[in-house]
């Protein structure tokens, strides 16, 4: 798994930190995912680190952050409220969606339950939503500051002790928590929904997932985290979260990679033409042929979302295949006994002097592939090297060293 610190404005143009937690290279991402951590904590909470790195390993991506004035983001926590948390969440959607592609799966543990509810409708990229020992309203939390009523209404602004930290809050935020006491927005939720609730939990009791459930329309669906604390401080209760969780989303949301998402809106191909779109504002690159379909893509290391083999990947295995189609139909024709043809191909830069294949008239650097065959059957010595000459002799590797004339122009614009 790859880990990428990532820092986003908010709506006051403070930064948040985040981390987005994705797949290795080898496995594609299926999903992006926003995570909004439970009230006061931050992004590194054992629940949001293991749920999101868990789902990394399933191939959702995952992006949590701290909500302004926690962890390691900017703000004042006594400035902050359950409005701003909401704003948070759709700034970091906006973020997502600039610099890879937008979220479709909302999760948020305990108050963060209640922000990605809240913040769903807003969004229009969510289809699904998992809350995990959330209230059913933000006012929920209001009890815990019930010890200094007295000095908020006195002073406008009082020290309260949540868990084992102290925290400043302003009265402002017993205002704004009051403005969120109803639960009619979760009927107009209009995305799928998973409720995750322990029935021993003592933070925030399982009457609260009973309301959710009741609020919200179909589909809906309730998972018991039977032994589970309200922190999910055992891994193996954030490990079952996370598999439940991924396999509940295949139901609802797009398949596993972008090509299929956009596949109601494949462009029109004329004739052998090749068409290339955007899949998202970064890498992420859709290639069409007649009646296929691929990706392109940046590693995650420059960017991209590594969703998809590089254009000199593309360049590579456009040659390999060239060659590897030529060498089995000269083999075939001349009924060799060729079993098997394996291509590897690598291209890197180097200076002239540095290439002795590249003739002494070649000065600067030097655009190199090197391409390595290897061959199985009982062929003689002189097969094998008359192989490698009609290697050469493919259709692309021709292009490729004739010097092609590229001519570009502007197209109509695009419906």
């Known amino acids: 798994m790859s880990r990428i610190k990532i820092e986003f404005p908010n709506a006051e143009g403070q930064q948040l930190a985040g981390l987005l937690e994705t797949p290795d290279s080898q496995t594609p991402i299926k999903q992006y995912a926003l995570f909004a951590h439970c009230f006061t904590c931050g992004k590194d909470v054992a629940a949001a680190s293991r749920i999101s790195r868990a789902l990394a390993r399933s191939g959702v991506a995952v992006l949590r952050f701290d909500f302004t004035g926690l962890g390691n983001s900017d703000g004042d926590f006594a400035n902050t409220n359950f409005s701003s948390n909401v704003q948070d969440l759709l700034a970091a959607a906006k973020k997502l969606e600039q610099d890879y592609r937008a979220p479709t799966l909302l999760i948020?543990?305990?108050?963060?339950?209640?922000?990605?509810?809240?913040?769903?409708?807003?969004?229009?990229?969510?289809?699904?939503?998992?809350?995990?020992?959330?209230?059913?309203?933000?006012?929920?939390?209001?009890?815990?500051?019930?010890?200094?009523?007295?000095?908020?209404?006195?002073?406008?602004?009082?020290?309260?002790?949540?868990?084992?930290?102290?925290?400043?809050?302003?009265?402002?935020?017993?205002?704004?928590?009051?403005?969120?006491?109803?639960?009619?927005?979760?009927?107009?939720?209009?995305?799928?929904?998973?409720?995750?609730?322990?029935?021993?939990?003592?933070?925030?009791?399982?009457?609260?997932?009973?309301?959710?459930?009741?609020?919200?329309?179909?589909?809906?669906?309730?998972?018991?985290?039977?032994?589970?604390?309200?922190?999910?401080?055992?891994?193996?209760?954030?490990?079952?979260?996370?598999?439940?969780?991924?396999?509940?989303?295949?139901?609802?949301?797009?398949?596993?990679?972008?090509?299929?998402?956009?596949?109601?809106?494949?462009?029109?191909?004329?004739?052998?033409?090749?068409?290339?779109?955007?899949?998202?504002?970064?890498?992420?690159?859709?290639?069409?042929?007649?009646?296929?379909?691929?990706?392109?893509?940046?590693?995650?290391a420059v960017g991209g979302s590594n969703q998809g083999p590089t254009p000199y990947d593309l360049l590579l295995m456009s040659l390999g295949a060239c060659t590897s189609m030529t060498i089995r139909m000269y083999a075939n024709h001349k009924q060799l006994p060729l079993e098997d043809v394996d291509v590897r191909l690598s291209h890197d830069r180097v200076h002239a002097e540095d290439c002795m294949e590249c003739g002494e008239e070649r000065t600067g650097k030097v655009e190199r592939i090197t391409r390595t065959i290897t061959l199985k059957g009982d062929l003689t010595e002189a097969q094998r090297e008359r192989i490698l000459q009609i290697a050469d002799r493919c259709p692309v590797h021709r292009t490729l060293e004739s010097d092609p004339v590229i001519t570009s122009r502007l197209g109509g614009a695009v419906e």
């Open 108 to 300: 948020g543990h305990s108050l963060g339950g209640a922000a990605v509810l809240s913040a769903a409708p807003q969004l229009p990229s969510i289809r699904a939503v998992a809350t995990i020992g959330a209230p059913a309203t933000a006012d929920h939390v209001h009890h815990l500051f019930e010890g200094a009523a007295g000095e908020l209404a006195a002073s406008g602004e009082a020290e309260v002790r949540i868990g084992l930290r102290k925290f400043t809050i302003k009265k402002q935020l017993l205002d704004d928590l009051h403005q969120h006491a109803s639960a009619q927005h979760i009927s107009q939720l209009k995305r799928a929904l998973l409720i995750f609730h322990a029935p021993l939990d003592n933070i925030v009791p399982i009457d609260e997932a009973a309301k959710i459930y009741q609020a919200a329309k179909h589909p809906k669906s309730f998972i018991s985290l039977d032994q589970a604390d309200h922190l999910l401080s055992k891994s193996q209760d954030a490990e079952y979260v996370a598999s439940t969780l991924v396999a509940w989303a295949d139901r609802y949301l797009p398949q596993a990679d972008a090509v299929a998402e956009g596949s109601a809106n494949v462009p029109k191909i004329n004739n052998n033409d090749v068409v290339v779109t955007e899949r998202d504002k970064k890498f992420l690159r859709g290639l069409y042929a007649n009646s296929h379909q691929w990706l392109a893509d940046e590693p995650l």
